[in-house]
């Protein structure tokens, strides 16, 4: 269990962050976001190569130096408890690159959505590329097909990691060539399924409209989490996400909260109070410092219920509590 107070070693740390901002508050000074590291960029002659490999055109975000190309599996059919889900609401998996704070090396760290029996054949494949399994887990319950999610993970330039990682799903429906082509886009999206002004006034994020679900992706900007040399941020994996899909006033709420082991049970405790099912908890990477865990949750009802929930879960984060851990 963690003392309340500053160790002499995390007070050395954060003079070396804030320098004179030390003189505030612990409270205020816990609440500043971390200054991320100056990882170098991706080129453009990398992106390129990331593209042609997959055979998919990504999207970099600049101030992490992330590049990233979504994998969703349009090619099933999903039913929560019986009924149509849609892919966006959370059976799309993702692969990012990003260099080490050195530029010594990068990494390739994705999420995969398989079903069952497509787990070890990737297992293989991956392995026979050099690539690593980082977590085996599910996301959800009452879905039809029964659906597994599996973190993978390697080391190298990025102009070798993505042809390994292309290598790896190439035989795979994961691979953007062995998907159908994409449909017409819904003629109903989130903006017409969801008072978004108003979840937005609730858990004081702006979300993004992926056809007709509404989804809100938040990042530990008061955690500097380190994995073999590269910084994980927001869009390499360590974030906190909610989705909405269905209605207003019935509507469904799934998603993934990034958590210090502290933070666990408080998160826990407050999705429970709320009616919210807790769904999963277990880590995504290897050797992540501090160690993350993350919780998948569940939940059905008033939209607007379902976000007081969530905004009650993000509260827990950054804060100290009865268990341990840091607070903001």
């Given at each position: 269990?963690?003392?309340?107070?500053?160790?002499?070693?995390?007070?050395?740390?954060?003079?070396?962050?804030?320098?004179?901002?030390?003189?505030?508050?612990?409270?205020?000074?816990?609440?500043?976001?971390?200054?991320?590291?100056?990882?170098?960029?991706?080129?453009?002659?990398?992106?390129?190569?990331i593209d042609t490999?997959?055979?998919?055109?990504?999207?970099?975000?600049?101030?992490?130096?992330?590049?990233?190309?979504?994998?969703?599996?349009?090619?099933?059919?999903?039913?929560?408890?019986?009924?149509?889900?849609?892919?966006?609401?959370?059976?799309?998996?993702?692969?990012?690159?990003?260099?080490?704070?050195?530029?010594?090396?990068?990494?390739?760290?994705?999420?995969?959505?398989?079903?069952?029996?497509?787990?070890?054949?990737?297992?293989?494949?991956?392995?026979?590329?050099?690539?690593?399994?980082?977590?085996?887990?599910?996301?959800?319950?009452?879905?039809?097909?029964?659906?597994?999610?599996?973190?993978?993970?390697?080391?190298?330039?990025?102009?070798?990691?993505?042809?390994?990682?292309?290598?790896?799903?190439?035989?795979?429906?994961?691979?953007?060539?062995?998907?159908?082509?994409?449909?017409?886009?819904?003629?109903?999206?989130?903006?017409?399924?969801?008072?978004?002004?108003?979840?937005?006034?609730i858990v004081k994020?702006?979300?993004?409209?992926?056809?007709?679900?509404?989804?809100?992706?938040?990042?530990?900007?008061?955690?500097?989490?380190?994995?073999?040399?590269?910084?994980?941020?927001?869009?390499?994996g360590l974030n906190?996400?909610?989705?909405?899909?269905?209605?207003?006033?019935?509507?469904?709420?799934?998603?993934?909260?990034?958590?210090?082991?502290?933070?666990?049970?408080?998160?826990?405790?407050?999705?429970?109070?709320?009616?919210?099912?807790?769904?999963?908890?277990?880590?995504?990477?290897?050797?992540?410092?501090?160690?993350?865990?993350?919780?998948?949750?569940?939940?059905?009802?008033?939209?607007?219920?379902?976000?007081?929930?969530?905004?009650?879960?993000?509260?827990?984060?950054?804060?100290?509590?009865?268990?341990?851990?840091?607070?903001?």
């Amino acid at each position: 269990m963690e003392s309340n107070k500053f160790s002499r070693r995390q007070a050395l740390k954060a003079t070396a962050l804030f320098g004179t901002t030390l003189l505030l508050p612990v409270s205020k000074l816990a609440a500043m976001p971390l200054p991320l590291s100056k990882t170098p960029p991706i080129t453009a002659e990398e992106m390129a190569a990331i593209d042609t490999a997959l055979g998919k055109k990504g999207s970099y975000k600049e101030a992490e130096s992330v590049y990233t190309t979504p994998l969703p599996r349009n090619d099933l059919k999903m039913k929560l408890k019986g009924e149509p889900i849609p892919i966006p609401f959370g059976f799309g998996g993702w692969v990012s690159f990003k260099k080490s704070v050195d530029g010594k090396s990068a990494m390739v760290m994705g999420d995969t959505v398989l079903l069952q029996e497509e787990v070890n054949p990737l297992i293989s494949a991956a392995q026979a590329n050099g690539l690593e399994i980082g977590a085996i887990h599910n996301h959800f319950f009452y879905e039809e097909p029964r659906i597994f999610y599996m973190h993978i993970h390697g080391m190298g330039s990025i102009t070798d990691l993505a042809k390994r990682y292309a290598d790896t799903i190439r035989d795979s429906k994961i691979s953007p060539a062995n998907q159908p082509a994409p449909g017409a886009p819904s003629a109903i999206t989130g903006k017409e399924n969801f008072d978004i002004p108003a979840l937005d006034a609730i858990v004081k994020y702006t979300g993004t409209v992926n056809g007709p679900t509404y989804k809100y992706t938040i990042g530990r900007s008061d955690l500097k989490v380190m994995v073999m040399g590269v910084e994980m941020t927001t869009n390499i994996g360590l974030n906190t996400w909610a989705s909405f899909a269905g209605k207003q006033d019935n509507a469904q709420i799934a998603g993934d909260i990034a958590m210090l082991p502290g933070e666990v049970n408080p998160v826990i405790k407050t999705l429970r109070e709320h009616n919210i099912e807790v769904v999963a908890v277990h880590s995504h990477m290897l050797s992540d410092d501090p160690h993350i865990i993350f919780l998948h949750y569940l939940g059905a009802g008033p939209a607007l219920d379902l976000a007081k929930g969530f905004r009650a879960a993000l509260d827990q984060l950054g804060k100290k509590n009865s268990m341990g851990g840091m607070k903001m």
